[in-house]
């Protein structure tokens, strides 16, 4: 079984700052995803990635396949931003497709 | 497209009742999953399916009992509700290694 490793479990940061979220797992993975959860609310993909890099906005999500590691930065953050960043991996082969989940990193960014 | 769509968002049970969650996505996902969210874990999968007629356990299924008669719906069944089931409910859906779509969830309390 994968197991997720997310750091850091808590980031406050300055309106304008540069965040990075990591993520590392311990096996061999089909894809990682980057999910966003704001308070109470519900869950919405930002990226799926296999391999390299991809941008979304403010938003890039890199990978490195060899190091099992993901990173999540965000650029010129902004109070909207603040929410629960939630790193899963997809299990490596096969045609179920299930995924193991980060316990999350909660983003507070101040004014 | 409505995306995916769960009802209820609230509920209280007493310990001992039984309940269905509901779950229905307009996208013609073949595979679709329950998970539980409790307070600093990780999403944990309890069933999931990759199309109808078919539905298999995931990581925490004790309590629960799910069925895929059409691939729209996936209702969540709780029998005899414990408090240990206290948890936010959300239900996805997806194809093969693409993002999932997440449902605004279900906040269940069993007292």
């Known amino acids: 079984k994968n197991e997720v490793e997310q750091s850091p479990q808590n980031l406050t940061a300055q309106e304008g700052e540069f965040i990075t979220i990591n993520c590392s797992y311990s096996?061999?993975?089909?894809?990682l995803h980057w999910l966003q959860q704001h308070p109470g609310g519900g869950i919405v993909s930002l990226f799926m990635l296999s391999s390299g890099k991809k941008k979304h906005g403010r938003l890039i999500a890199t990978i490195n396949i060899q190091e099992k590691h993901s990173s999540l930065h965000i650029t010129a953050s902004h109070p909207r931003d603040s929410a629960v960043y939630i790193c899963a991996v997809g299990e490596s082969g096969g045609s179920n497709y299930k995924l193991t989940f980060g316990k999350g990193t909660l983003l507070t960014v101040n004014p | 497209n409505a995306g995916v769509t769960q009802t209820p968002k609230f509920r209280i049970l007493k310990i001992g009742q039984s309940m269905t969650l509901q779950c229905t996505q307009d996208?013609?996902?073949?595979?679709m999953y329950w998970y539980r969210q409790d307070p600093g874990m990780g999403l944990k999968l309890i069933y999931y399916?990759?199309?109808?007629?078919?539905?298999d356990k995931g990581e925490v299924p004790n309590g629960y009992n799910v069925s895929r008669s059409t691939t729209e719906d996936f209702p969540l069944r709780l029998e005899l509700a414990a408090p240990s089931q206290t948890s936010v409910y959300f239900c996805a859906s997806g194809v093969f290694n693409s993002p999932l779509h997440f449902g605004n969830g279900t906040r269940l309390t069993v007292t």
């Open positions: 399916s990759v199309g109808a007629g078919i539905t």
């Open positions: 996208m013609n996902h073949n595979y």
């Open positions: 096996v061999g993975i089909s894809a």
